[in-house]
C-alpha cells in the first residue's frame, strides 16, 4: 500500500509567478483534500477533490485552484504569488465522507517560500 | 462556524511520566469526528487516536488514550510511558460528516525530555 506522496518538498517562487505543487493519494482513496500551514499556526482546509470535481471550499481566492485526475491524483495551483503565500501545503487523502472511514492521511508536504 | 481551540502552546513532560494536552472545540453538528494529529520536524502529520462523537467509550490506542467530554465539548489526549521520539507538534482536528473537512486548533509543542 502506497502513501500520499507530494512533489516537490521544497520550492522558492518569486511574487506575483505561479506555482504547481503535486500530490499522489493513499492507494484506494479517491478524495484529495490541499492546507495551507503557515509557521507556527494549525493547518486551514483550501479546498477538497471528489471524482474530479471541487467539493467544498475554504476562505481561500480563486487564485487557489485545483485538479483531480481519473487516477485520484491531484494538483494545487497558486497564480500571483503573494509573500504571503509562503507555507507548508499539505496534501490528504481519505475515503469520501458517508463511507464509514473518515481518516485523512497525510503527505509530507511542499515548503514554499515567496520571496 | 466549526471551531478547535488548544490553549497550550508548549508543554514538557519527562521521559516515562504522563502528560495531558487539552483541546476544546464547537460545533452546531451532532455527527461529528475528534482527532489528534502528530507533526514531528519531519513534517508529516500522522493520526495518533480517533474518537467517533456518537460513542461514550473514550478511544485508546495503546499509550494514547483520550477524554471525550461531549456536554462540555473537551477533547484531550493523554500520553502515558511518554518516549523521546513522542516529542513533536500534536494537533486537535474536528471532522463534521456534513462536510468535507478538517478543522485544525493551533497545535501544542510536546517536548519530551530525557
Known amino acids: 500500500e502506497t502513501g500520499v506522496t507530494q512533489s516537490p518538498t521544497h520550492l522558492i517562487k518569486t511574487r506575483g509567478q505561479q506555482v504547481t505543487l503535486r500530490c499522489s493519494s493513499q492507494s484506494g482513496h479517491n478524495t484529495v483534500s490541499w492546507y495551507q500551514q503557515a509557521l507556527g499556526q494549525g493547518p486551514q482546509f483550501i479546498f477538497q477533490?471528489?471524482?474530479?470535481?471541487?467539493?467544498g471550499r475554504g476562505n481561500f481566492p480563486p487564485r487557489f485552484s485545483g485538479l483531480q485526475f481519473p487516477n485520484y491524483s491531484s494538483e494545487l495551483n497558486v497564480n500571483a504569488l503573494e509573500l504571503d503565500d509562503s507555507a507548508l501545503y499539505l496534501c490528504?487523502?481519505?475515503?469520501?465522507?458517508?463511507?464509514?472511514?473518515?481518516?485523512?492521511?497525510f503527505g509530507q508536504g511542499t515548503r514554499l517560500t515567496v520571496v | 462556524a466549526q471551531t478547535v481551540t488548544q490553549s497550550q502552546p508548549e508543554m514538557s513532560v519527562q521521559e516515562a511520566e504522563t502528560v495531558t494536552l487539552s483541546c476544546t472545540y464547537d460545533t452546531s453538528e451532532s455527527n461529528y469526528y475528534l482527532f489528534w494529529y502528530k507533526q514531528p520536524p519531519s513534517r508529516q502529520m500522522i493520526l495518533v487516536i480517533r474518537q467517533e462523537a456518537y460513542k461514550q467509550q473514550n478511544a485508546t490506542e495503546n499509550r494514547f488514550s483520550v477524554n471525550f467530554q461531549k456536554a462540555a465539548k473537551s477533547f484531550s489526549l493523554k500520553i502515558s510511558d511518554s518516549q523521546l521520539g513522542d516529542t513533536a507538534m500534536y494537533f486537535c482536528?474536528?471532522?463534521?460528516?456534513?462536510?468535507?473537512?478538517?478543522?485544525f486548533g493551533e497545535g501544542t509543542q510536546l517536548t519530551v525530555n530525557p
Open positions: 490528504a487523502s481519505s475515503l469520501p465522507p458517508g463511507q464509514g472511514k473518515t481518516e485523512a492521511f
Open positions: 477533490y471528489y471524482r474530479e470535481e471541487e467539493n
Open positions: 482536528a474536528l471532522f463534521e460528516t456534513s462536510g468535507s473537512r478538517l478543522t
